[in-house]
């Protein structure tokens, strides 16, 4: 008799364990999958040109980054949020749910890498500088910069900062809590610095465009080129090898270069018209 409770008690836990198992093993929704459900892909963007920059006119995301980004939406057949970030802020706002890629122009470091997981790269990029005309020639090499009479000037979280404190630890830096890249050019205009970093192929394009005669490239070639690319949450491999295969198409196709010099080649990046 007391057997048989026992049996029928053992066959009673049992069977509760069995109708709760498949509940608690099922794996959690990844982004791919959610995307998919709702029809939505949410995407973290920070300012930086010519890659994802809002017309001042309409509002509205444009840039070469933005342009991938919107060709991934129509091949999946989804619908774009976007959800402005600063570069300082980026990986917070991505591991805390905020969106479901970073799809802005992300250049990879490892302080960066530690957090957050990149998407294979299709473009890289090396760090110029802005200088005013008058101080052309200041510094002949790159070690000229390593000095504590020197003021660098860069956009608070990005690449260019990560840099500046890195390889020049003596100079002194002015961090700028700027919504684009190009707001800390101003710094070198007003002399409040004596070069601005920003990605070498924006400041050669910048320092040609009408009104901006007073500045120069600070060097004739760029340096600590770093691959750029955009980046998700650690966790989740369907979407990170999703991601990856559309990248390999975005270089196999070279569509990235193409999209820069079509950028790059206008009077004016908020003109459609080159």
Same mark, same amino acid.
């Given at each position: &008799?007391?057997? +048989?409770?026992?049996?029928?008690?053992?066959?009673?836990?049992?069977? &509760?364990?069995?109708? @709760?198992?498949? %509940?608690?093993?099922?794996?959690?929704?990844?982004?791919?999958?959610?995307?998919?459900?709702?029809?939505?892909?949410?995407?973290?963007?920070?300012?930086?040109?010519?890659?994802?920059?809002? =017309?001042?006119? $309409?509002?509205?995301?444009?840039?070469?980054?933005?342009? #991938?980004?919107? !060709?991934?939406?129509?091949? &999946?057949?989804?619908?774009?949020?976007?959800?402005?970030?600063?570069?300082?802020? %980026?990986?917070?706002?991505?591991?805390?749910?905020?969106?479901?890629?970073?799809?802005?122009?992300?250049?990879?470091? /490892?302080?960066r890498a530690l957090?957050?997981?990149?998407?294979?790269?299709?473009?890289?990029?090396?760090?110029?500088?802005?200088?005013?005309?008058?101080? @052309?020639?200041?510094?002949?090499?790159?070690?000229?910069?390593?000095?504590?009479?020197?003021?660098?000037?860069?956009? /608070?979280?990005?690449?260019?900062?990560?840099?500046?404190?890195?390889?020049?630890?003596?100079?002194?830096?002015?961090?700028?809590?700027?919504? $684009?890249?190009? /707001?800390?050019?101003?710094?070198?205009?007003?002399?409040?610095?004596?070069?601005?970093?920003?990605?070498?192929?924006?400041?050669?394009?910048?320092? *040609?465009?009408?009104?901006?005669?007073?500045?120069?490239? @600070?060097? =004739?070639?760029?340096?600590?080129?770093?691959?750029?690319?955009?980046?998700?949450?650690?966790?989740?491999?369907?979407? *990170?090898?999703?991601?990856?295969?559309?990248?390999?198409?975005?270089?196999?196709?070279?569509?990235?270069? !193409?999209?820069?010099? +079509?950028?790059?080649?206008? $009077? +004016? #990046?908020?003109?459609?018209k080159k």
């Amino acid at each position: &008799m007391i057997a +048989s409770r026992i049996l029928k008690g053992a066959v009673l836990v049992a069977g &509760m364990l069995a109708l @709760a198992l498949p %509940a608690a093993a099922q794996p959690k929704e990844g982004v791919l999958a959610k995307v998919k459900r709702e029809g939505v892909l949410k995407v973290c963007y920070a300012q930086v040109t010519p890659d994802s920059y809002k =017309d001042p006119r $309409t509002g509205q995301w444009t840039g070469v980054f933005v342009d #991938l980004i919107n !060709e991934l939406a129509s091949w &999946m057949k989804v619908k774009v949020e976007p959800v402005e970030v600063q570069f300082g802020t %980026a990986p917070l706002s991505l591991n805390r749910g905020d969106c479901d890629l970073f799809g802005a122009s992300l250049l990879y470091n /490892a302080p960066r890498a530690l957090e957050i997981n990149f998407v294979r790269p299709f473009a890289a990029k090396g760090i110029n500088g802005v200088v005013s005309k008058e101080k @052309a020639g200041r510094f002949k090499k790159i070690e000229d910069l390593n000095d504590p009479s020197v003021t660098i000037a860069v956009q /608070a979280g990005s690449r260019d900062h990560e840099v500046s404190q890195r390889i020049f630890p003596k100079a002194k830096l002015l961090a700028l809590q700027s919504q $684009t890249d190009l /707001a800390v050019f101003d710094s070198v205009r007003r002399g409040d610095a004596d070069i601005a970093f920003a990605n070498g192929i924006t400041i050669r394009w910048w320092t *040609k465009v009408q009104g901006n005669d007073w500045a120069v490239p @600070a060097f =004739d070639a760029d340096f600590s080129t770093q691959q750029n690319g955009w980046a998700i949450r650690y966790g989740d491999s369907d979407w *990170k090898d999703f991601l990856d295969s559309f990248a390999a198409w975005i270089v196999a196709n070279n569509k990235a270069a !193409e999209l820069y010099d +079509s950028y790059l080649s206008r $009077t +004016s #990046l908020f003109d459609t018209k080159k």
